[in-house]
């Protein structure tokens, strides 16, 4: 029987398969991998909109995320948000490079402007492929998965079909898929999250990289895994929305394995751990004291007392501030 060319799969010996300079390859180092495809999951109202945004920006500017995640390798980004109108997008976008000190012209983030994208059709998967294919991106942005198809998430079979289309974008274009997604209600946090997503298992076991988000009592909890590489450690983030024209997401500290207590980030080098330098060596300090020392706006500085005291780490004293032992 005459078998033509195209009828073979193509192969390669595995020592013609080029090498990379390190096994792990970030997108944004120890949250994302370079090409690849995941989740932010999370419960509604947990910022996962906000977290995409932040991701996106950075990739596409090569500014840090959340003020401590550097990104390696800029780029183009590509976003659809199907739950939020165009001048919501800008605004979000723009208060947060504004924070950054970016001018928001030049910034390679192209907002897919289409009401509607239904991926489950075969028309709108070429439309989203050429868009993808003429602007070479390195990160495409989906947010939420669960306005982007008509299919029912808990059908195993319909799901493959939907995520086999994005491994298949991934790995045509060589650029990361971030999808965002809702957990279901009560879902756990860390790695189990990934259990705790909605619909079919294959969504959680798809992910080369996935982002959790929880949140606690008084914080936001994030949290991470990765296909092939260490989960970065979780931590405390906050919407810093003081200045309604900067709103940002921001770590206030790193939660530590097997404590509930708040550790501030010595990367951060942020307003917190400068309150701490301040209150040193049983040092007791009014607010006011504190203000002048810092050179901070009043309002940014109770915000920052509050988080150090709910997380058990100051006190307040009719004399000032104290730090607890």
Known sequence: MHVSADQVLPVVRVGEI??????????????WGARSVGVIGGAPKCAKTWLGL?????????????????????????????????????????????????DLGPVEIHVITAPVLRLDRDRDRTRLWETTRQLRPKLLLLDPLVRLHGIDENH????AGLLAYFRSLQRQFDLSVLLVHHTRKNAAGGVAAGQGL??????????????????????????????????????YLELIATDAQTTHLEVIG?????SAKLTM???????????????????????????DSIGVKNERLG????????????????????RRN
């Open 18 to 31: 080029s090498s990379e300079a390190s096994a792990e390859r970030w997108l944004v180092k120890e949250l």
């Open 54 to 102: 932040d991701i996106a920006l950075s990739v596409a500017t090569g500014t840090a995320c959340l003020g401590k995640y550097i990104v390696p390798e800029p780029g183009p980004v590509l976003v659809y948000l199907a739950e939020d109108a165009l001048p919501v997008v800008r605004e979000r976008i723009e208060g947060m490079a504004r924070y950054r000190g970016l």
């Open 156 to 159: 195993a079979g319909e799901v």
């Open 198 to 235: 909605r619909g079919s298992s294959d969504i959680h076991a798809f992910g080369d990289s996935n982002l959790y988000l929880r949140r606690t009592r008084e914080h936001l909890v994030l949290s991470s895994e990765h296909r092939a590489a260490p989960a970065a450690a979780s931590v």
């Open 254 to 258: 790193e939660l530590r394995e097997g």
């Open 265 to 291: 980030d010595g990367n951060q080098r942020s307003l917190e751990q400068r309150v701490l330098d301040l209150l040193g060596q049983g040092a007791t300090v009014t607010r006011a004291k504190l203000r």
């Open 303 to 322: 915000e920052a007392l509050e988080a150090l005291e709910r997380a058990g780490l100051l006190c307040r004293t009719p004399a000032g501030w104290q």
